[in-house]
């Protein structure tokens, strides 16, 4: 009995200390180096993981990094400060490239359902790329927002959500300027704007007045008061509608009250 | 060796009694790694070296060191720490030859260990009395027919992915009444050989 303890006890003990002794020698055989730096360097990444670098995740935008393959300018969420550091644990000296400004998106409509004309009622897959091939989308305005929000489903930081006039409203203090939604409107209708930027144009069409009055009553019709009235003289049109240069607005607002069609507005963060 | 004997070996444990299918062992990757088929070849793949030389060192440590020493209840914690080391191995490999398959594979290539279908397998070639050729044959043929479920499920839930599915069923719901379908396809080869 007790032999058969002992023998049961070697032989377990033997096979487990063979198969253990070549375990060990495997994980030697096949021992993978990581360098320590793209820890380092992931550390000081948002880790949103939503891809705007083009690279899988961030882990993989700090693999790039460390190689050298990729720039530290190329994740436009991370900070100017972080981004120093990194640049710091790779090694570059260059930093001149390191952006300060946030950006976040802008939807530049605000023609909702009741404002805006529709050519045909659609009723097929709710999502805007879907909707713009057929027939360019059921609203009249050919460079309007079709509010089916595509832009939501892509963000990755759930900063969008839809208001119930159809329209896209931007979180300003979630979105952190990944672009993915920019990329993703297939009207072209959002772009990304200084976070400084209190005053927007909400209009994407560039149409002569008659022919944009027809489709949108808030339109911009180009009609120039806003630019008339600016006292920074900080709006300006080319071949479009009105847009701002955000480097002489200074957020004073005249143009919010003097434009015909209230297409201006002023963004949440006063 | 009979090369009959060999062939209705295969073609039982690929087809007819399919080791996912039919004996319902392996569910755990089966289910969770056939969402894609890259990584669900992957993992046919894993499964089939692993199974493949688990039988083999099982059948030798039953026949040289079990059976002779008269230590047959030692017989299940022996076979595990077989295949355990077996599948920390075949780790070990994966993650050096391809990090994105390890990627890929994450919490299922340990599973492996405490998969049902490969003890299963170990101790199916012992009840069956089978040769060390034979356990080998069977062995490899039993993962064939893992792979072949796998690939299989993993095309259909490609599908579904684009597929209008109910809400309530959407995810495992869809996928479990996917493989129960298919499992009643495999039924079609029960009888086929006498």
Redesign the interface.
């Known amino acids: 009995m007790s032999s058969?303890i002992i023998?049961?006890v070697a032989?377990?003990a033997a096979?487990?200390f063979i198969?253990?002794a070549?375990?060990a020698y495997?994980?030697r055989a096949?021992?993978?180096t990581r360098d320590p730096r793209i820890d380092a360097v992931l550390a000081e990444l948002p880790g949103a993981n939503c891809g705007a670098c083009g690279y899988p995740g961030c882990s993989g935008y700090a693999e790039a990094l460390v190689i050298g393959s990729a720039l530290i300018t190329g994740c436009p969420v991370s900070r100017k400060e972080a981004s120093e550091r990194i640049a710091d644990i790779i090694g570059q000296e260059e930093r001149m490239n390191i952006n300060s400004d946030k950006l976040i998106s802008v939807v530049k409509c605000c023609g909702n359902n009741n404002t805006s004309a529709r050519i045909f009622n659609y009723s097929g897959l709710e999502d805007c790329r879907a909707a713009t091939r057929f027939y360019d989308g059921p609203k009249k305005c050919r460079h309007g927002c079709l509010g089916m929000g595509t832009c939501i489903s892509v963000c990755p930081f759930n900063a969008i959500t839809m208001s119930p006039l159809k329209l896209p409203v931007i979180d300003r203090d979630r979105c952190a300027g990944c672009g993915l939604c920019v990329d993703a409107c297939p009207r072209q209708v959002m772009v990304m704007m200084p976070e400084r930027s209190g005053i927007q144009v909400l209009c994407n069409s560039g149409e002569a007045a008659k022919a944009a009055r027809q489709v949108c009553s808030k339109s911009c019709i180009k009609c120039h008061k806003c630019a008339n009235i600016c006292p920074a003289e900080a709006i300006f049109f080319d071949n479009g509608p009105a847009k701002i240069n955000f480097d002489l607005c200074t957020n004073c607002g005249l143009c919010v009250q003097e434009c015909p069609v209230k297409c201006i507005y002023e963004t949440n963060r006063g | 060796m009979d090369i009959r004997e060999i062939m209705i070996v295969i073609i039982s444990a690929v087809l007819i009694n399919n080791y996912v299918l039919q004996r319902f062992l392996g569910c755990c990757p089966y289910l969770g790694v056939s969402k894609q088929l890259e990584t669900a070849l992957g993992m046919g793949m894993a499964v089939t070296f692993v199974m493949a030389i688990a039988s083999a060192f099982t059948w030798i440590v039953q026949h040289y060191i079990l059976l002779p020493l008269d230590l047959i209840f030692l017989q299940t914690i022996a076979f595990i720490l077989v295949i355990a080391a077996l599948v920390q191995f075949v780790e070990l490999v994966i993650r050096k030859s391809s990090p994105t398959l390890y990627q890929a594979l994450g919490i299922y290539l340990p599973l492996i260990t405490t998969n049902c279908a490969v003890l299963g397998v170990a101790v199916i070639n012992i009840r069956a009395g089978y040769g060390f050729l034979l356990s080998l044959v069977n062995g490899t043929a039993a993962a064939i027919g893992f792979t072949l479920a796998i690939i299989l499920m993993a095309g259909i839930r490609e599908r579904i992915e684009l597929s209008d599915v109910p809400p309530a069923l959407r995810g495992v719901p869809i996928a479990l009444i996917t493989a129960g379908l298919l499992s009643l396809a495999f039924f079609g080869f029960a009888g086929m050989v006498k």
């Open positions: 058969n023998l049961s032989v377990l096979l487990g198969l253990g070549g375990l495997a994980a096949f021992a993978i």
